[in-house]
C-alpha cells in the first residue's frame, strides 16, 4: 500500500478495540443461560434438556459464527494496516453488529420456532456478513488479492439463503446458517488451487 495520508488512520488502533467488543459479545452470549437460582431442586435431564438445548445450541452457533468473523476481521486488518474516514466507519458499523449478536441470540434461543424471531436472526447474521464483505472489498482493491473477497460473498450468500429458509421453515435455519463456515473451506480450496495452478 502507498504511504498513508494525512486523514489515514492506523487500523492497528481498531484491532485493539475489536478485540475488547468480540470479547464481551461472545462473552454476554451465555448471559441468557439458565442458572442454579431458577431451579427450586436439583434439575431433571428432562429439564435441563428443556431449559438448556435450544439456548446453548443458539449460544453454540453464535459463538462459532462470532469466531469466523473476529478471524476474517484480523485477517483483513493484517491486508490494510491503514483505512481512510468511510472504511473506519464502515469497520465501527460492523463492531455495532457484533455488539448486537447476544441481543439476537438470546431471542432465537428462546423462540427460534418463530419464524419472526428467525427471520430477524438471520437478517443480523446477514448485515454482519455483508459488512464483512464490503470491507473485504475495500481491503482487496488489486486483482490479484480479489479470491479472498469469495469467502465474504459465500457467507453472505449461504446466510441470505438460511434467512429466507427460516421464513418459511425456521427449524431447518440453522443447518444454512452453518454452511456460512463453508466459506473458509472454501477460502483455503481456492489457495491451494491457486497455488497449483500459478
Known amino acids: 500500500m502507498d504511504e498513508p495520508g494525512p486523514d489515514h ?3 492497528r488502533r481498531l484491532e485493539s478495540l ?3 467488543i468480540f470479547g464481551v459479545a ?12 431458577q431451579f427450586s431442586a436439583a434439575p431433571t435431564w428432562g429439564e435441563l434438556s428443556r431449559l438448556y438445548a435450544a439456548r446453548l445450541i443458539a449460544l453454540t452457533l453464535s459463538f462459532l459464527i462470532a469466531g469466523v468473523f473476529w ?13 481512510s474516514r468511510p472504511v473506519v466507519f464502515i469497520n465501527l458499523f460492523f463492531l455495532l453488529s457484533i455488539i448486537l449478536l447476544p441481543v439476537t441470540s438470546s431471542l432465537d434461543g428462546s423462540y427460534g420456532q418463530s419464524s419472526v424471531i428467525a427471520v430477524l436472526y438471520g437478517l443480523h447474521l446477514s448485515t454482519i456478513a455483508a459488512l464483512n464483505a464490503w470491507l473485504w472489498w475495500n481491503a482487496t482493491r488489486d486483482r490479484r488479492s480479489r479470491h479472498e473477497l469469495r469467502p465474504a460473498l459465500f457467507a453472505l450468500l449461504v446466510l441470505l439463503l438460511g434467512t429466507l429458509v427460516a421464513a418459511f421453515a425456521p427449524q431447518y435455519a440453522r443447518y444454512f446458517w452453518l ?3 463453508g466459506g473458509v473451506l472454501f477460502r483455503r480450496s481456492v ?6 495452478g500459478g
Do not use: C, I, K, W
Open 26 to 37: 461472545m462473552t454476554l452470549l451465555a448471559y441468557d443461560l439458565p442458572r442454579a437460582g
Open 71 to 83: 478471524f476474517s476481521h484480523h485477517r483483513r486488518l493484517m491486508r490494510q494496516p491503514y483505512g
Open 191 to 196: 489457495s491451494a488451487g491457486d497455488e497449483v
Open 9 to 11: 488512520f492506523e487500523m
Open 18 to 20: 475489536s478485540n475488547t
Open 179 to 181: 454452511l456460512a463456515f
